[in-house]
């Protein structure tokens, strides 16, 4: 009875710190995407694109070091993988964008609802693949 009140604890643990370096992640993501339209003028498919990659990157590392306190020495092995499943991440995040545009929707209240789906294929995807112990 301990060690499975012991493993929920962890498994709670680990994807409140998902959540908070995915909001860590999404602040990037969010800023990179307005700069680049509001600021520098970019099309909205390129700039999401763009701001989709830093966030994706600040996430890899604080997931890797914080969230799953991954030891493996794998360094580039590990961020290809990472990158496959953040990449994945961008064409389903992509596709819905360019859904929610097409359909009249604002492209930062998009994004809102596009980060909770994304959300769930990239903690999972990095959980029982990228950093699998």
């Known amino acids: 009875m301990i060690n499975f009140i012991k493993n929920q604890f962890i498994k709670y643990k680990r994807i409140i710190k998902f959540g908070i370096i995915g909001l860590s ?4 993501d969010f800023s990179v995407l307005t700069l680049l339209v509001e600021l520098a003028g970019f099309n909205i498919l390129i700039a999401n694109a763009i701001s989709f990659i830093f966030g994706a990157t600040n996430n890899f590392v604080w ?11 794998k360094f580039r092995k590990q961020f290809f993988k990472y990158l496959t499943v953040a990449f994945i991440g961008l064409i389903i995040n992509t596709a819905l964008m360019h859904l929610f ?14 980060a909770a789906i994304v959300v769930i294929w ?6 029982f693949w990228t950093f699998r112990q």
């Open 63 to 73: 997931n890797k070091f914080w969230t799953f306190r991954n030891k493996d020495r």
């Open 122 to 127: 990239n903690y999972n995807g990095n959980k």
């Open 25 to 28: 992640g999404t602040v990037i």
């Open 101 to 114: 545009i097409t359909l009249g929707l604002h492209y930062l209240i998009a994004k809102v609802v596009i």
